[in-house]
């Protein structure tokens, strides 16, 4: 049986950083590159969008050139490139998973989160063992099949309890419901924590920097909390690397500082890891500050809706083959827009109070049980129906991760032919698993429609074992089907 108690573990004063770590950030060379890059050097910005477009990734000041743009046009050749970029770089597909928070206590006191020390509305609460397999059925009932697993940072939340938390929801089974990859967005670890958390079969270790300015992350995350040492967060995930995690995210808070500074830090921090590990990071996560319970937001750095689309176009050209998280913090209008821009996975039906998938109604929102407030909170069922009216393949595909295509496979990406060959194949069979088993009406007819207009596109050598793959999901019990 797995035994998933919280125990009281001492806190861990030891913080020790990786052999050649150093602070790879340094503010002030990337504020003078966004000072003194040139704006609107149209000539230079085409042959930087011209590098990208060949799938090659960009050095900082190449994505700097592209940060300075403010002619309309040109911002609009940015925005046409990146939806090429993408297009050709991941096909139509979008993959989708739920978040499921674990537990919301937390010693840190970050200035901008609902689940901070300091916030006394916040109702603090872990989910037990039978709590967490309650979430995991109800999210099962759903369709989905990916999660991403959120903790505070609290002593109670250990290796242990993090890896036994993966394990439970592994094993968590309802009728054809199955959670097939498990993410986890957690504080960083030491090294031999991460491996103790690796060995439970994760997927991707996200940890966000939040900001890389140092005066802003200074000011927003107290000195004394663990969480205010900058350098032992910024090198978690080279932490993570060296347990043998190749697969890790990164990703920026965008409203705490200028946005464009946080660009620069993520393509740096992309930069970093590919150099250090031969590996850059599997996804990038851009989220935008959202009003949370007993949080006072500075507005000076909230970035617009046409700067937010922006950010996302230069990042999918700075790093081509990263894939790019956009979460439901985003109203839906927005998430129709941008997604186009170089999104490649996500969330959908997502709450995100403790205990929300079965104790609160669809669209109530419990503001104390929350880190944030949610901007899109449609049914899994009816964002599927979007994408689908929009002609995109949402995808439940776990198969990478599980026959080892991680890490520096990658870069099969760039192999041409990869994603007619896997992707595709992997989006339209878990799509059409989603359909037999949860798809409403309305989903099956548009699913239909969808898949017939893309097996017209899949290679005639692999079209006979998919067709047999797809008339057995209609037909049997049998599930699972990847290339
Ligand atoms: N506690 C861990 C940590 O801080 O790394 C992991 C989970 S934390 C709950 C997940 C992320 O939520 C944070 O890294 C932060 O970027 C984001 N977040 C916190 N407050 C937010 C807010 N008010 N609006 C939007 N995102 C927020
Ligand atoms: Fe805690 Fe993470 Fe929220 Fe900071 S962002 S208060 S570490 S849960």
Redesign the pocket.
């Known amino acids: 049986m797995i035994i998933n108690t919280p125990a009281q573990h001492n806190i861990k004063l030891s913080r020790r950083l990786t052999k050649g770590c150093y602070d790879f950030i340094d503010d002030d060379g990337l504020i003078s590159l966004l000072n003194e890059t040139k704006v609107d050097d149209a000539e230079k910005v085409r042959g930087i969008i011209a590098k990208s477009l060949a799938k090659e990734a960009l050095t900082v000041e190449e994505t700097a050139v592209l940060l300075r743009v403010e002619n309309t046009e040109l911002c609009e050749e940015i925005f046409d490139a990146a939806r090429k970029l993408k297009s050709d770089v991941y096909g139509n597909r979008i993959v989708i998973f739920a978040p499921l928070?674990i537990g919301?206590y937390?010693e840190?006191n970050?200035a901008?989160?609902?689940?901070r020390s300091g916030n006394p509305d916040a109702i603090r609460r872990t989910l037990s063992e039978s709590e967490i397999i309650n979430q995991v059925q109800a999210l099962e009932d759903e369709g989905h099949k990916r999660l991403i697993l959120?903790?505070?940072?609290h002593r109670t939340y250990s290796p242990e309890f993090i890896a036994n938390t993966v394990r439970t929801v592994y094993a968590t089974n309802k009728d054809h419901g199955e959670i097939r990859r498990v993410n986890i967005?957690?504080?960083?670890l030491e090294i031999e924590d991460f491996r103790e958390v690796h060995a439970s079969g994760i997927g991707t270790y996200?940890?966000?920097q939040?900001t890389y300015h140092h005066e802003t992350y200074r000011r927003v995350h107290p000195a004394h909390t663990r969480?205010g040492d900058y350098l032992y967060?910024l090198d978690g995930l080279s932490r993570a690397f060296e347990a043998g995690c190749d697969d890790v995210g990164i990703?920026?808070?965008f409203?705490l500082y200028n946005w464009r500074f946080e660009v620069l830090g993520l393509v740096s921090h992309a930069l970093y890891l590919q150099e250090r590990y031969g590996v850059g990071p599997h996804t990038i996560?851009f989220?935008?500050?959202?009003?949370?319970s007993g949080?006072d937001?500075d507005s000076k750095y909230i970035v617009s809706d046409y700067n937010f689309k922006r950010l996302i176009a230069i990042l999918r050209l700075s790093v081509p083959y990263t894939g790019m998280i956009l979460?439901a913090?985003e109203k839906e209008s927005i998430r129709r827009e941008v997604m186009s821009f170089g999104v490649s996975q996500i969330d959908a039906g997502s709450r995100i109070e403790i205990g929300g998938y079965t104790e609160i109604g669809d669209t109530q929102q419990v503001i104390q049980r929350e880190?944030?407030?949610l901007g899109d909170m449609r049914s899994l069922d009816d964002v599927i129906c979007q994408l689908l009216e929009e002609n995109q393949i949402p995808s439940f595909c776990t198969a990478c991760y599980r026959v080892g295509r991680t890490g520096e496979h990658f870069m099969e990406y760039a192999i041409p032919g990869f994603i007619e060959r896997f992707c595709t194949p992997n989006a339209i069979l878990t799509l059409q698993e989603y359909l037999v088993d949860y798809g409403s009406e309305k989903a099956i007819e548009l699913g239909k429609k969808v898949i017939s207009a893309n097996l017209n596109k899949i290679n005639e050598k692999i079209k006979p074992q998919l067709l047999e793959r797809l008339a057995k999901l209609d037909e049997t019990e049998d599930r699972d089907f990847y290339f």
Do not use: H, M
């Open positions: 928070y919301n937390c840190n970050c901008y989160c609902g689940f959120v903790f505070g940072e967005n957690a504080a960083p996200q940890i966000f939040e969480k967060r990703g920026a808070l409203g996560s989220p935008r500050l959202r009003p949370a949080i937001i979460t913090r880190q944030f407030q």
